[in-house]
């Protein structure tokens, strides 16, 4: 059986227990807070977010401000709640404002879209919006003509299907400025990781290596998957949210296609509790490792693709298995009975092949969980 032909339980059972999470959630970014204040932490070590792991790199120090900015929206207005969430997440999104020039990163879009972009949603002002439009601008930088692909920042010839959740700044810079060279080059970028890296059965690859000198495209590989052949879960993941997401800017339908394609692999490959392996190719002594950050991260995608789906079964389809996967990390993983665990969400992975954060709670999970209660919540 998979996770598509699980049945929801009754929406009032699951409000209670998604609520809850929620509250433990918000319990735990304050603990944090108060723990380590003004700390960016990306993964856990034995359950502690400060250790002295290395980052490999800097993409995560959006996400606690992120679920802070969700968590003030959900407060009642003018309580001491939302006056408390308001000032941390201020506290926490402004020191990265300088990031939005930072051309070492492929990850605006994470950094920027999580923080000022949830608070210009509360709070419009012009001067938020300018920090994403130039974080944007930025981004736009690691277009490569020759290939056309923004690319990763490993090296120039390499594209990241991660990128998929990070061009959707380049969109947003390209509607508010109506800059139509941004917008030519996202759009390229998205046909690019389309051809390259999402393969026929709705599978992805981690990377997609180019030769600089002509743009031809070479071949397929990975840093954190299993192989270059194989299916990481939690680039598929990114890829079914990011797909959705540039559908919702452009409304190309070969956008929405490639996200339902990548959806589909999710839900006829991922076992019935919704949560996937590590990879879904990977070999036997690794197998029955999750990646519980890939799972929060579908969740996330598949509310706001069921939203997004001009098909209503599709939709209905998507929105029962997200919330069947939500259902399951609540139950299942969150590190409520574990008084010494720091992190909200148990059994994420980020690196594997190097050691980092293997069956930890990780920053990404955290916030793609928060987020996807919260959606959950309000559908
Ligand atoms: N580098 C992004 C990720 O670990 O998913």
Known sequence: MTVQTMIPESSAQQRQLFDEALQF???????????????YPMYTHRGRWKHDLPAWTRWCDGFLPGM????????????????YWRQQA????????RRKHDREVHDLGFIFMSTYRRWHELEPDPALESVIVEAGRTMALRYREKGRYLCSFV????????IMMNVG????????????RLREIATNHCLTTRRYLVRGDGSTAHEGLFDTETGEFLRQSTHQGWRGDSCWSRGLAWA????????????DPRFLATAQACADFYLTHTPADGIPPWDYDAPADSRSLVDTSAAAIAASGLLRLAELAPDPVKALCYAAAARRILETLATRYLARDDEDWEGILKGGVYHLHKGLGVNESVMWGEHFFVEALDRALRT
């Not at 003030?72 to 207005?77: G, K, L, M, S, V």
């Open 25 to 39: 959630a918000a319990r735990q970014v304050r603990r944090l807070i108060e723990r380590y204040p003004d700390f």
């Open 68 to 83: 802070m900015w969700i968590f003030c929206r959900r407060a009642e207005p003018g309580s001491a709640e939302a006056n």
């Open 90 to 97: 201020v506290r926490y999104t402004r020191p990265l404002e």
């Open 155 to 162: 090296a120039e010839n390499s594209l990241f299907i991660d």
């Open 169 to 180: 700044i380049v969109f947003y810079a390209a509607e508010r400025t109506g800059d139509r």
């Open 240 to 251: 079914l949210y990011g797909f959705g997401t540039v559908y919702d800017y452009t409304r």
